[in-house]
């Protein structure tokens, strides 16, 4: 017995706890019932008038009352009771939708609870035409598991089976799913396999199994050798798949977990993916971020997945650009301080920017593997995410550091390129809404994600003080609540307008070339820089580009191909100014 969760079915709902550490359990309904051991740690009872709706609670010891850790729902938060759900009953108006191809991939990340002012799944879905009309073909929900209470950012979830309660039920999950395919977008949602929350997660006390001695930076390490424990994870994404019917998982910080077990944890979960993928005739993507920049773990065009992953977020393409756009160079910027043009080259180029040479960041330890041989396809790469604004000290978005200029040469290379795009929500017409850190927690736990964030930013501290949010104060998650309004004025409608003509191309010009284009170089001479890519039958996508204030001159044996975008390039070269063309069989530039 290793599956986890509550079984529905006609006898009535079964319900299983894996409780290693247990000497007894009870099943706590209306009064508590004992559990039978039926298998070395595990404890089930079938309960014939439980049915969708029914709450309970699971009793260790006679001493604590605690939620089932594979919950469908938590309708009174974390430390509630649980509730029976019937993942069977809601009626899919969208019956037939089985994905779409990795290549179409444009997305929009999200966060659920500041996406609208009202935060919730069904508010979500009065967007999606807007979503659908700037070009995107996928939206990316960060994580929606249950967490302490009713503001999170998602990666301190603890019931991993249950949508929180703050964002709707679980048919209003479902209903914004089903609301995105019925406008051909896919849902993929962001999963969190290298931790729990700090806050309702009961584990420990029943089943310390679960963790190894070992920690990552944000909780205990888990210990995927155990095969009740690898069941809960993969059951996990497979339940996402199946009962929401998501197009795909992105796995957050992959490289945090620190025993992934043998086989593979990542293997075993692609593969299971995989077979569902088979056993339903549906389209299912699996994306990884990993900051060990592991290449022989992606593999976008092998359909379905057999153990590999379609791509990793390239967070080399960001911080080289960041650098490249704001001259910061604290932390792991530091990395790419110089020459951060060459290093945006290499990634356009080959993938990642670092495969396997040393990294300041890491002490001078090596990272990365090589990358040129994969698709383009293989890397998501963007400017701005979640992380990327929501880690910094004001939550701030790159629109407030940098010029109108920077910004569209910038998203002309970026969604032009065969690498997948990705934008955070209200990036799309430019929003100066701040995305900063922000939860819900109480008391010494709330005081010590205080003393975390001061510590993590001293510097920052010292120079601005109060003027850096309070992550406990509602009006910082009020804050980061996107203001539509700025969509429709005239910076917001031009930005946006940009995209929509950007992403309208790449669907009609570029995606046609992505099942077979491949990295065919890049050179870096000054501040002008060109790649290319190449499909089997010789042609060419070329780009051309000047990413600076000053006007550069266009190399004069410069040969590009038929425009795309930009026009024809001059001799010389206008500041932020950048060309795409497409060249016939036969015409490779120099």
């Keep these: 017995m290793t599956r986890h969760g509550p079984l529905v079915g006609p006898a009535g709902t079964t319900f299983r706890l894996w409780a290693p550490a247990a000497k007894t359990v009870e099943l706590v309904v209306d009064r508590p019932l004992p559990m039978p051991s039926e298998a070395p740690g595990w404890y089930a009872l079938t309960l014939p008038a439980a049915r969708a709706g029914t709450r309970y609670k699971f009793r260790i010891d006679g001493e604590i009352d605690v939620p089932d850790p594979a919950s469908s729902f938590q309708p009174a938060d974390v430390g509630g009771p649980s509730e029976v759900i019937d993942h069977g009953a809601y009626e899919w108006r969208s019956p037939d939708w089985r994905g779409r191809p990795w290549n179409d991939a444009a997305i929009l990340e999200l966060h659920v609870g500041t996406f609208t002012p009202e935060g919730t799944f069904r508010a979500a879905i009065d967007k999606l035409d807007h979503v659908a009309q700037a070009g995107f073909t996928a939206i990316e929900l960060m994580p929606v598991a249950d967490f302490a209470g009713s503001r999170n950012w998602g990666y301190d979830g603890v019931l991993l089976y249950a949508p929180d309660s703050a964002y709707g039920r679980p048919d209003d999950l479902r209903a914004l799913v089903d609301a995105a395919h019925r406008r051909g977008l896919m849902v993929l949602l962001d999963v969190v396999y290298n931790h729990f929350g700090p806050e309702g997660n009961y584990l420990g ?287 917001g409608r031009r930005r946006l307008g940009l995209v929509r003509e950007l992403l309208a191309l790449r669907h009609d010009r570029v995606v046609p070339l992505l099942a077979d284009l491949g990295f065919d170089g890049g050179t870096c001479r000054g501040t002008v820089i060109t790649a290319a890519w190449r499909t089997p039958d010789g042609r060419r996508l070329l780009l051309l580009a000047n990413l600076s204030d000053a006007a550069a001159p266009r190399r004069a044996d410069h040969r590009g191909g038929a425009p795309l975008w930009g026009g024809e390039p001059a001799a010389t070269l206008p500041p932020w100014s950048v060309f795409w063309s497409l060249a016939a069989p036969g015409r490779r530039p120099p």
């Design 205 to 491: 006390r029943y089943a310390p199994q679960f963790f190894t001695a070992g920690a990552t930076p944000w909780g205990q390490a888990i210990d995927y050798r155990r095969a009740e424990v690898r069941a809960y994870a993969i059951g996990n994404a497979l339940h996402w798949l199946r009962h929401y019917r998501f197009d795909g998982l992105r796995l957050d910080a992959v490289h945090a977990i620190v025993e992934r077990g043998e086989p593979d944890l990542l293997d075993e979960l692609s593969r299971a993916a995989g077979e569902f993928a088979t056993e339903t005739r549906r389209t299912v993507h699996l994306v990884l971020e990993n900051d060990d920049n592991n290449a022989h773990l992606l593999d976008p065009r092998t359909d379905p997945p057999r153990g590999r992953y379609r791509a990793q977020w390239n967070d080399d393409y960001h911080h080289a650009w960041h650098v490249l756009l704001t001259g910061e160079t604290h932390g792991y910027y530091g990395d790419y301080a110089q020459e951060p043009l060459d290093r945006i080259v290499r990634a356009l180029s080959s993938g990642f920017a670092y495969q396997g040479e040393p990294s300041a960041h890491r002490d001078g330890k090596p990272r990365g593997e090589p990358s040129a041989g994969l698709p383009p396809t293989a890397f998501v790469d963007f400017l701005q995410n979640h992380d990327q604004i929501g880690n910094r000290a004001l939550g701030d978005r790159l629109e407030s550091q940098v010029g109108v200029p920077a910004m569209e040469a910038a998203l002309a290379v970026m969604l032009l390129a065969p690498q997948p795009p990705l934008m955070f929500m209200g990036e799309e017409w430019g929003s100066l809404r701040p995305f900063p850190f922000f939860c819900d927690f109480k008391g010494a736990l709330a005081d010590a994600v205080r003393k975390g964030r001061r510590e993590e930013f001293k510097s920052a501290y010292q120079k601005l003080g109060d003027d850096i949010p309070d992550p406990l104060d509602e009006r910082t998650f009020r804050s980061a609540t996107l203001d539509w309004e700025e969509c429709g004025r005239e910076a």
